[in-house]
């Protein structure tokens, strides 16, 4: 099977498979490496990541690679397209079941893990775009900031996955955190400034003098662009439990993780106290009237 150019699953299926947790299961092994994907050959963007620790930085949107000199793209380059990208991406997924009425308002969070393989033909054209729009702005002695974004591709595969759409009594919405590649030798775009419902109805005078004052100066100052990653995208869907629940099975696991990484298994006697919530995310209801 070829290597897709997006790879998403649970983070907490990462974190079982992965050697270093001490919980990897030979069969979930097997059917992450029947999808493409070598666990132990990805270049995770993490700060504690030996090859990026030096240019890599977190950030509230997502990771900024930092890039001064036209040797640090260089390098960078290699690094992209040397390994898979692994990402950690939160989604918050919310639910209204009645729109009008709005009695019942359903929230689901959880994280992902989000493969991102350079070398696929058409993620390597959107990411040589990028780095080439670098290149061009280092050689002028500019500021820039390139943003690559994962947000759009990890969102509509979930609202797919889970063939969830919008209807007349119902209403769905997600948002991604951590999900965009940030490319710059300068500052992110401050992304609090973004319109937004909340800014016109609570801060509607602030915004109309701050926003516009820091767009100028952001303009003049810095180049900013965006790519929204496009690539076809697969998934594993219910690989570890599939493994873990298998008929012949009496007991169930439910792995739980916290944003620290940590992972914990426990045992489940009964299969159906198992759900695609306690195994990989949180939800909490809210009630109306």
């Not at 950030?59 to 640090?72: A, N, P």
């Not at 793209?73 to 898979?84: A, E, H, M, R």
């Not at 993780?257 to 909490?284: F, I």
Request: charged share 20%.
């Amino acid at each position: 099977m070829s290597v897709a150019g997006v790879t998403v699953f649970p983070w907490a299926e990462y974190m079982v498979t992965n050697r270093n947790s001490g919980t990897s299961t030979g069969q979930s092994q097997k059917i992450l490496s029947s999808a493409g994907i070598d666990m132990d050959n990805v270049l995770h963007l993490s700060p504690e990541t030996e090859e990026l620790k030096h240019i890599l930085d977190s950030h509230q949107t997502g990771y900024i690679l930092r890039v001064h000199t036209i040797e640090d793209l260089n390098d960078l380059t290699v690094l992209l397209f040397g390994k898979p990208l692994l990402m950690r991406i939160n989604l918050v997924h919310t639910e209204v079941s009645s729109k009008y009425s709005a009695d019942k308002i359903s929230i689901w969070e959880g994280d992902f893990a989000c493969v991102l393989n350079a070398s696929h033909r058409q993620v390597r054209s959107q990411m040589e775009w990028a780095l080439k729009q670098a290149e061009n702005h280092l050689d002028k002695g500019d500021k820039f900031s390139i943003e690559i974004e994962l947000g759009d591709v990890v969102e509509g595969w979930y609202l797919q996955s889970l063939d969830l759409f919008s209807g007349c009594d119902d209403f769905h919405s997600t948002k991604t955190r951590n999900s965009r590649l940030i490319l710059t030798n300068h500052t992110p775009f401050n992304h609090c400034f973004d319109c937004r419902p909340k800014w016109w109805l609570c801060l509607g005078p602030c915004w109309l003098v701050t926003a516009p004052v820091y767009y100028v100066y952001r303009r003049l100052t810095c180049s900013d662009l965006k790519l929204k990653i496009k690539a076809p995208v697969t998934s594993l869907p219910g690989a570890r439990r599939k493994s873990m629940n298998s008929e012949s099975s009496q007991n169930c696991i439910v792995v739980n993780y916290k944003k620290e990484g940590t992972v914990s298994c426990r045992l489940a006697p009964n299969r159906s106290q198992t759900s695609e919530l306690s195994t990989y995310g949180s939800m909490m209801e809210q009630s109306g009237v």
